[in-house]
C-alpha cells in the first residue's frame, strides 16, 4: 500500500449523483474531484449507489493516497437488510409519496401531530424513514418479514466500504442522519424503537450511532483500503458542515426545493410541522424548513417572458422594491411549508403600470425569496438565534436573488463560493476524525461575498397579505 498523505475524501450520494471531494487535510485545499451519475426514480436498488462511488472515484482519479473518507447522503432512505446482510428490496427515497397515507395514519395513531413532535421532534411526512416502513410493513409483508436491519443511505456506503457482511461489518450512523428517520429524537440522543414497531410491527435492528469524530473502523476495499472512516452524515447536515455554519448561522439552500436550516444549541419541537427537529454534524442541533418552490420559480419565469437567467436577473433589478404593488405567491408545485399541498401559484396586483417584463420579474424572485423568509421566521418561533443567512444552491448564482435576499430576509447575506457542500462537509468530518480535536478543523474559506441592506417589511407585510388571500377556506 503506498505511504498515505494528509489528504481526505468526501462522498456526497445525493439523489441524482455521486460527487467525490479529495482536499488537503490541513488546510482544506481541493485536489481533485470526481462524479457519476444515479438512476432516476423514487425506489433504487443501493448497489446502484456504489456503482456511482466507484465511477466517480475513478473519475476523481482514484483514492490510494487518502487517510481518511466519509459519507455524505440523501436523507430518509429505507435501506432493509436481511440476516445476511443482503438487500431485501429496491430502497424507497424520500422522494417517493406513495406513504403519504401511512404518514397521516401514523400522526393520528400517535395522538396527532404534537404527540410525534413533542416524542421525535419532527411531524411526519411521507419522506421520512418510519412511514416507508409503514408503508412496506402493510403492501410488501413478505418482505418486512424478511427484514432483520434497516439503515439508511449512508450507513449502508459506509458499512460497504469498511468491508459489510462478507467482513462480519453492519451499519452504523450517526446522530445527523438517524433523526430524520422518524424514530430517533435528537433531543434525547435515544431510537425510539416503540414507535418503530408501531410502524413496522417488528423492531429490526438499527445502526449503532457514532459518535460527531468517532471512527467507523478503516475501510478494507480496494478503493480506499486502509483509510480511516468517518461516521458520516445526512446530505442537509454535511452541507452545513462544509459552508463552517456555526450557531447562529442560518443556511439558506435554493435548489429544486428551497431548505432553511440553522445550526443551534436549542432543540425544537415544532407541532405546527414547518420546523423538522434535527441533529447536525457536530453534537448540535439542526432544525430545517423546506418549502418546495425554490430555484423552479426563477425558470419558469424566465420561461414565461422568454429569457435567460441573466436578462431575468437585470430585469428584476431594474424595477422598484416591492415591484409596484405586482406580488407572486409562488406556490406553483403546492407548498410545504405552510401545508397547502393543492394550492397553486397566484399574481396580484396586476395594473397597466405593472404588466411589464421587469415587474414580472421583480415578483417572481421576491416572492421566492419572502416564501424562504416564511421558513425563517419559522425557526425564530422556535426560539432558534439567528445571526445571519448563508446563501448556497443554484438559485444564489442569480445576481437578482443575492442582492434582493438581505432586505427581504432581514439580515445580513453571505454567499459563499461556489462548491460541492456535501462533498466538503464529508472531507471535513474525514479531516476531523483523522486530526482529533473537540471541533472541526477550520480550514481556510476562500473568499466569499457578504451583502447588507436594509430590511424592506413593506414587500413582506403586502406579500403576506396575498398569502393569505390564497389560503384554502375551512
Not at 378 to 391: D, H, N, T
Not at 397 to 422: H, I, N, W
Request: aromatic share 4%; glycine share 12%.
Amino acid at each position: 500500500m503506498a505511504q498515505r498523505t494528509a489528504t481526505v475524501a468526501g462522498i456526497d450520494s445525493s439523489t441524482q449523483s455521486c460527487k467525490v471531494v479529495v482536499r488537503d487535510a490541513a488546510t482544506g485545499r481541493l485536489l481533485r474531484s470526481g462524479r457519476a451519475a444515479h438512476p432516476p426514480g423514487t425506489e433504487v436498488d443501493p448497489e446502484h449507489w456504489w456503482r456511482a462511488l466507484t465511477a466517480a472515484v475513478a473519475d476523481a482519479g482514484g483514492l490510494d493516497d487518502v487517510a481518511a473518507v466519509s459519507v455524505g447522503a440523501q436523507q430518509h432512505g429505507s435501506v432493509l437488510l436481511d440476516d445476511a446482510g443482503a438487500v431485501v428490496r429496491p430502497a424507497l427515497l424520500w422522494n417517493d409519496g406513495r406513504s403519504a397515507r401511512a404518514a397521516e395514519e401514523l400522526t393520528a395513531e400517535l395522538g396527532g401531530p404534537q404527540a410525534w413532535a413533542e416524542q421525535v421532534g419532527s411531524v411526519l411526512v411521507a419522506s421520512f424513514t418510519v412511514t416507508k416502513l409503514r408503508w412496506i410493513a402493510e403492501h410488501e409483508p413478505d418482505a418486512a418479514a424478511r427484514t432483520r436491519t434497516v439503515c439508511l443511505p449512508h450507513d449502508w456506503l459506509t458499512a460497504r466500504l469498511a468491508g459489510g457482511p462478507a467482513a462480519g461489518v453492519g451499519p452504523v450512523t450517526d446522530r445527523g442522519d438517524a433523526s430524520g428517520t422518524g424514530y430517533y429524537s435528537a433531543a434525547t440522543g435515544e431510537y425510539r424503537t416503540d414507535l418503530l414497531e408501531r410502524a413496522f410491527g417488528a423492531r429490526p435492528e438499527l445502526p449503532r450511532v457514532l459518535g460527531p469524530r468517532e471512527t467507523a473502523g478503516e475501510s478494507a476495499v480496494d478503493l480506499t483500503r486502509g483509510a480511516l472512516l468517518g461516521p458520516g452524515t445526512g446530505d442537509n447536515m454535511a452541507a452545513a458542515l462544509g459552508v463552517g455554519a456555526r450557531t447562529g448561522d442560518v443556511v439558506v439552500s435554493i435548489g429544486t426545493s428551497g431548505v432553511v436550516s440553522a445550526v443551534s444549541d436549542v432543540a425544537t419541537r415544532d407541532s405546527s410541522g414547518a420546523v423538522a427537529g434535527f441533529a447536525d454534524a457536530t453534537g448540535r442541533h439542526l432544525p430545517l424548513v423546506c418549502t418546495l418552490n425554490a430555484a423552479r420559480v426563477l425558470d419558469s419565469a424566465a420561461r414565461l417572458l422568454g429569457v435567460d437567467h441573466a436578462e431575468l436577473s437585470r430585469l428584476a433589478l431594474s424595477a422598484p422594491a416591492g415591484a409596484g404593488g405586482l406580488i407572486l405567491v409562488p406556490y406553483l408545485e403546492g407548498e410545504r411549508t405552510p401545508v397547502r399541498p393543492d394550492a397553486t401559484g397566484a399574481l396580484h396586483g396586476l395594473t397597466l403600470e405593472t404588466s411589464t417584463p421587469a415587474h414580472l420579474a421583480r415578483a417572481a424572485v421576491e416572492g421566492l425569496l419572502c416564501g424562504l423568509a416564511d421558513g425563517l421566521d419559522a425557526l425564530v418561533a422556535q426560539g432558534v438565534p439567528v445571526r445571519r443567512v448563508l446563501l448556497v444552491g443554484g438559485g444564489a448564482r442569480s445576481e437578482a436573488v443575492r442582492r434582493l435576499a438581505p432586505a427581504v430576509l432581514g439580515r445580513p447575506v453571505v454567499v459563499p463560493p461556489p462548491g460541492e457542500y456535501v462533498a466538503d462537509g464529508a472531507a471535513r468530518q474525514a479531516a476531523w476524525v483523522l486530526q482529533g480535536g473537540e471541533q472541526p478543523p477550520q480550514w481556510a474559506v476562500e473568499a466569499e461575498q457578504t451583502l447588507e441592506a436594509d430590511p424592506d417589511p413593506a414587500v413582506r407585510e403586502r406579500y403576506a397579505q396575498v398569502r393569505d388571500l390564497t389560503a384554502p377556506r375551512p
